[in-house]
């Protein structure tokens, strides 16, 4: 759902007339953290069922990554829309601490997508995952929202999820419509102001 959001956000952003000169002005502290965590997090996902170990680690190293995820956000609060990403964030890193390091997920919700997905988490395949039952702690906060057509694509998404992407989509329309423009503006102005000094 993060990716969706951030290529809807391009989107609508370029659409608006907005430019990618505006990525050229971002400065993030720490910024090689974002990349890290999404390297390591691809990674468990891809090989936490071919290796044992992976895979019984792969709740803390998921809890590791948020942590490491919250901190990278909050040094970096200043961004529009880095404050309301970190609270999407808390709010999926709290429901999973309190779970074991998983995400729950509702299998009603889940109905929507392939059988072998629900399979899958009741053989608890799926490290990151864990359907959701009468044990499960906040379980309002896990994969209960499911989306479907007119979607493009079947998935189940958290209300953690919904707020980080609000955010994510404010910081993009910021970064890439509204930066260029102030930066434009003042560029125009600073033109002025010397074409009247000559």
Excluded: C
Excluded at 2 to 24: C, E, M, P, T, W
Excluded at 63 to 76: A, R, S
């Amino acid at each position: 759902m993060v990716f969706d959001g951030i290529i809807l956000s391009f989107v609508i952003a370029l659409f608006r007339k907005g430019s990618l000169r505006g990525l050229s002005d971002l400065q993030l502290k720490a910024g090689w953290i974002f990349p890290l965590l999404l390297i390591v997090q691809l990674a468990v996902y891809y090989y936490q069922n071919d290796y044992e170990v992976l895979g019984q680690a792969s709740g803390i190293i998921y809890m590791v990554v948020y942590i490491l995820g919250l901190i990278f956000l909050f040094i970096n609060r200043q961004h529009q829309g880095f404050i309301i990403i970190f609270f999407g964030v808390f709010l999926n890193f709290l429901v999973m601490i309190l779970n074991g390091g998983r995400m729950p997920v509702s299998a009603e919700a889940a109905a929507i997508l392939d059988p072998s997905f629900i399979q899958a988490l009741e053989n608890g395949l799926y490290a990151k995952h864990v359907l959701l039952d009468q044990s499960t702690k906040l379980g309002m906060l896990g994969d209960i929202i499911p989306l479907t057509a007119p979607y493009p694509r079947s998935q189940v998404i958290s209300i953690g999820d919904v707020v980080m992407n609000i955010g994510i989509f404010l910081f993009i329309q910021y970064l890439l419509v509204h930066l260029p423009k102030r930066k434009e503006a003042k560029d125009i102005n600073m033109s002025t102001e010397g074409g009247e000094l000559r």
